[in-house]
């Protein structure tokens, strides 16, 4: 089993910057499936923030977080990273990595098989 540990939440103010990391335990090759990130604010549905493929050709955004948001991966330590900066409060969420089914990227939970825990994230104003 292949568990997905997120690291890196917590409380900052709007326009700070946050980095979250998440480390992929040992049981398929990490090198060979996308990853992504996804939110979650209470009261509200899960939703997709960003995702990046196998080889981290191609990125993919959320149109609320593109331009403040970048994602990226270290094959060598199965390692996501989701750099958070110009954090607003409506980013205020628990953020979920997710490993992806294949090397899609797609933008729907359903791309996805493995899910961490989640790490909260607030944003105060």
């Known amino acids: 089993q292949v568990d997905l540990e997120e690291s890196g939440g917590g409380l900052v103010q709007a326009g700070g910057s946050l980095r979250l990391s998440c480390v992929a335990s040992a049981g398929r090759t990490f090198s060979r499936y996308a990853m992504g990130w996804f939110r979650q604010a209470p009261g509200r549905e899960r939703e997709f923030v960003a995702a990046i493929d196998h080889r981290s050709t191609n990125t993919r955004y959320a149109d609320s977080v593109k331009g403040r948001f970048t994602i990226s991966r270290d094959n060598t330590r199965n390692t996501v990273t989701l750099q958070m900066d110009i954090l607003k409060p409506e980013d205020t969420a628990v953020y979920y990595c997710?490993?992806?089914?294949?090397?899609?990227?797609?933008?729907?939970?359903?791309?996805?098989?493995?899910w961490g825990q989640g790490t909260q994230v607030t944003v105060s104003s």
């Open positions: 997710a490993g992806g089914r294949g090397s899609y990227y797609g933008t729907s939970a359903g791309d996805y098989a493995l």
